[in-house]
Nanobody, 125 residues
Framework: QVQLVESGGGLVQPGGSLRLSCAAS????????EGWFRQAPGKQREGVAF????????YYADSVKGRFTISRDNAKNTVYLQMDSLKPDDTAVYYC??????????????????WGQGTQVTVSS
């Protein structure tokens, strides 16, 4: 059974850091693109960070550029999202994604087949 399981969310103060993990089971996490979306209450899902596994190139939403970093550990079959300098606007449920169909990096959530269950990140003092 194909599964993506996120962990690492929680409550953090503004300016703090969190590292999200996304562990894959039932398959090897090496499709062309892996990434993270987030969804805040009352808002649409937003593409946050993506990695093309062929060459390790990374892509970020303007809202997180310079603060978030996506990475992967092949041995652990896991993708990470390091989030620094967190702001209240970063509060959302974060989802990791991948797709066996994509051959390019996309910020469109409809193009991803595999989603994790999500992990809540709350940035508040």
């Amino acid at each position: 059974q194909v599964q993506l399981v996120e962990s690492g969310g929680g409550l953090v103060q503004p300016g703090g850091s969190l590292r999200l993990s996304c562990a894959a089971s039932g398959f090897t996490l090496n499709y062309y693109v892996e990434g993270w979306f987030r969804q805040a209450p009352g808002k649409q899902r937003e593409g946050v960070a993506f990695m093309a596994t062929s060459d390790g190139s990374t892509y970020y939403a303007d809202s997180v550029k310079g603060r978030f970093t996506i990475s992967r550990d092949n041995a652990k079959n896991t993708v990470y999202l390091q989030m620094d300098s967190l702001k209240p606007d970063d509060t959302a449920v974060y989802y990791c994604v991948t797709s066996p169909r994509l051959r390019y990096v996309s910020f469109d959530p409809d193009e991803y087949d595999y989603w994790g269950q999500g992990t809540q990140v709350t940035v508040s003092s």
